[in-house]
């Protein structure tokens, strides 16, 4: 599942293969943007902001932002010389032609073209960026703490709090803090701890091609996607809420001896 350290990738992808290029052809396949003629645009830089991908373009005077989001199932790729296409040609949102080459993206959540100008409009509300160079962890745990009620789990996903946290880590990161899902974030004692931690897993794995945060690429996630599997560490099985398919994107994993839940008095603030 696509989270900070993928955007990442895609974005170091993009940006290595794209910029500087011209723009030969260019596709948008959302009903909104169907007709945008980007031909002749020079693709000046992609970087993500979170688990966005935001791909300059400029022509001229005029300077468009391509907004992408993977959601659940996105994903990135670059083609070489007419090279055919590895997924299927239905399932591609954008086509971005350069010489000797083409970039797809698949199933995308979003796509957007906006101007340059207006970037805050789509990004301006995420929190702290995981890996920005300018990733704050002092007003992550402002925001955090903000709504102390809230379950922990609900508020390290909300990216308005931090950006580059999805399903996965979420999960991982509870497990590593001994957190139950449901937890209130303002009875957490070791918010930095576990921001930190944030910080270092998705700095990790953001150049692997695996994720891990066992340590172990065999076996690399101690409980997302385990529900029903011995716990690594105590034999418990792994639960899952709320059941059902694995991999929705609001699906929580956890070890019930290891994360125990809260006293149901610690749920209750004010
Ligand atoms: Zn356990």
Redesign the pocket.
């Known amino acids: 599942m696509p989270e900070g350290d993928t955007v990442y990738r895609a974005a170091r992808l993009l940006d290595t293969r794209l910029s500087g290029e011209t723009l030969l052809h260019a596709e948008l396949r959302v009903p909104q943007h169907a007709t945008a003629d980007l031909a002749g645009a020079v693709v000046a830089q992609t970087v993500p902001r979170g688990k966005h991908l935001l791909t300059r373009l400029e022509r001229g005077d005029e300077r468009w932002t391509l907004h992408t989001h993977l959601k659940m199932e996105g994903v990135w790729r670059v083609f070489d010389g007419g090279r055919r296409w590895s997924k299927p040609a239905h399932t591609a949102r954008v086509v971005l032609r350069v010489p000797g080459r083409e970039a797809v993206g698949f199933s995308l959540g979003v796509v957007d073209l906006l101007a340059t100008a207006d970037e805050q409009s789509v990004v301006g509300h995420l929190g702290p960026d995981l890996l920005g160079g300018d990733w704050d962890p002092d007003e992550a745990r402002r925001r955090l703490l903000a709504v102390p009620e809230r379950s922990v789990y609900e508020a390290i996903l909300d990216q308005r709090n931090l950006a580059g946290i999805g399903n996965v880590y979420a999960a991982e990161l509870l497990?590593l803090g001994g957190l139950h899902p449901a937890t209130p974030v303002g009875a957490v004692t070791a918010v930095p701890r576990l921001l930190a931690r944030a910080h270092q897993a998705l700095e990790v794995n953001k150049d692997r091609r695996t994720r891990t945060t066992t340590g172990d690429t065999r076996s690399p996630l101690w409980?997302y996607g385990r529900s029903g599997a011995?716990?690594?560490?105590?034999?418990?099985r792994?639960e899952q809420a709320p059941r059902g398919p694995a991999g929705r994107e609001r699906t929580s994993y956890w070890?019930?001896?290891?994360?125990p839940a809260p006293p149901r008095a610690a749920s209750v603030t004010g």
Do not use: D, E, G, L
Not at 230 to 236: F, K, L, M, V
């Open positions: 497990f409980v011995p716990c690594r560490r105590c034999h418990t792994i070890c019930p001896h290891c994360q």
